[in-house]
């Protein structure tokens, strides 16, 4: 009896370990913590030829390996090897991918280069979520998408953001209502316009946005049906 527990507890124990070895090895695969840029296709061959997946934008991604191909016409691009929270692994360029995630809590320049003496590119709008693709110093440089008719592509900025993942919850919350209201589908800006006037409750910096963002479009709103009143009374006369 004494042998039988004794080569249970035994067999339990190195069960164990061999759980942790492997969760420790699991863990010693990753390089990095990685953030898609925007909404990316996910691949499950480096040959990028099979769906695996959809990144969302701002998602995080385990970063396994890097590895260097070339295209038909010599062309070399870096891909990134990752795994999903979910342990699904795949394929994407590694330009899609970034190192943090930031959002700016107010407006804030951003320039060429790392410098203040460098030409500011644009200002950046406070509440716009961000991405780190590099660092120098107290400088990063951002990515962050389209902003009114310029791009925020590889600029630095100094300040003026924040790595908080309530604030961060919070900006991406904001930015899909925001790509609802403008939806052409009716039912995804009633979504979008239910969903701001839920944000709009409070007094965060958020708040005030989804306020902003609601007072103009209902005002585009009632613009638009004054228009048609008025062109209908045209055509009645």
Request: charged fraction near 30%; proline fraction near 2%; include cysteine.
């Amino acid at each position: 009896m004494r042998k039988t527990i004794a080569l249970l507890c035994a067999l339990l124990v190195s069960g164990g370990l061999f759980c942790k070895k492997q969760q420790s090895e699991q863990a010693a695969t990753s390089l990095a913590k990685k953030y898609a840029k925007y909404r990316v296709v996910l691949k499950k061959d480096a040959e990028l030829t099979t769906f695996a997946a959809l990144l969302e934008k701002g998602e995080d991604v385990d970063l396994i390996q890097e590895l260097e191909q070339a295209d038909k016409a010599g062309k070399k691009s870096t891909l990134a090897k990752v795994r999903l929270t979910d342990g699904t692994e795949g394929y994407v360029d590694v330009r899609h991918l970034a190192d943090k995630v930031i959002v700016f809590i107010e407006e804030t320049p951003v320039f060429a280069r790392p410098t203040l003496g460098s030409r500011v590119h644009c200002k950046v709008p406070k509440g716009t979520m961000a991405f780190v693709i590099g660092e120098q110093a107290n400088w990063v440089k951002v990515y962050a998408g389209k902003i009114g008719d310029i791009w925020v592509t590889d600029h630095w900025a100094q300040g003026g953001y924040s790595t908080d993942p309530q604030i961060i919850l919070q900006a991406r919350t904001y930015e899909q209502a925001v790509e609802q209201l403008s939806s052409k589908k009716e039912n995804e800006r009633k979504a979008g316009q239910q969903k701001l006037s839920e944000i709009s409750q409070g007094e965060s910096m958020f708040a005030s946005l989804a306020r902003e963002k609601l007072e103009a479009f209902e005002a585009q709103q009632t613009q638009k049906e004054e228009g048609g009143t008025e062109a209908a009374s045209q055509e009645m006369k």
